[in-house]
Structure formats: C-alpha cells, structure tokens
C-alpha cells in the first residue's frame, strides 16, 4: 500500500492533528490541470495536497483540499464507528495517555474507553478535526 487518501476541509488542523500523532508532513504541492481532473473523473480540480509519512517510513496519508470543485459532504463528523465506508486508521503508540493527552489538546475526543485487551494491548478510538477516527494502540509488556 501506498498511501490512504482524506479529504478535508481545514488542512492546516489536520497536519497538526497527524503531526501531533508522530507523523512527518513529507512535502505540499498544489495539483490541478486537466490531467489531474482526468485522473479522478471531474471536469476540472484544484487541490492542495499534504503527504504525512509514519515515522517509520512506511505509510502515507495524503490529505487533499479541495477547492475547485468544492467537497462535498457526506458522513457527519460524529458519524458512529459502525458507519459504512473506512471509519479509522489505527497507529501503535509507545505511551497510550500522552498521545491522548496531546490529541485533546489539539481539539481531539475520546470515543469510547481506554480498554485493555488480554495482557496484549491498551485501545482506544479518537475523533480528531473533521471528524476523522484514529485507534490507538499500546503494546504491553
């Protein structure tokens, strides 16, 4: 896999939000042109695109805004984690109450509950800017 694609409306909060998860924004580039329209299946477009690279260098999100043609909308942002379509994506973290820690500080909620599984794992969910889902998880032992 290459990357998994979001499409946002606020990606500066966004960028903040992955960056505060330990993702590196890898580079910003502005794409539009008939090519790009083509590739996609619209008339014309104009998007900003934001690639944020795991620390480990192996996955990229790609965040795009969108301003011609303009998003639409669709799922609401407190939509339920059982809603149809991709509904998080999960990143393993070494201190499962500092990310949460930061995460809220950026404007981030808690889901659910912290939950232990087995003596494996510490989970959580969190509803980061627009919506977005992301699952924590924290090795134990």
């Known amino acids: 896999m290459d990357n998994i694609g979001i499409i946002v409306d606020d990606l500066e909060a966004v960028i903040a939000f992955f960056v505060e998860l330990g993702l590196e924004l890898e580079g910003r580039a502005l794409v539009e042109g008939r090519w790009a329209a083509r590739l996609v299946g619209l008339d014309d477009q104009r998007v900003d695109i934001a690639m944020m690279r795991t620390p480990d260098g192996h996955g990229r999100i790609e ?79």
């Not at 994506?89 to 939950?115: K, P, Q, S």
């Open 63 to 141: 965040l795009a805004k969108y301003h011609i043609p303009k998003a639409i909308g669709g799922v609401p942002e407190d939509a339920p984690v059982n809603t149809l379509g991709i509904r998080r994506i999960m990143f393993t973290v070494d201190d499962i109450d500092d990310a949460i820690a930061r995460l809220l500080a950026h404007g981030a909620e808690l889901v659910g509950e912290v939950v232990q599984y087995e003596d494996s794992y510490r989970l959580c969910y969190v509803r980061g800017p627009e919506g977005i889902v992301v699952a924590l998880a924290e090795e134990l032992g």
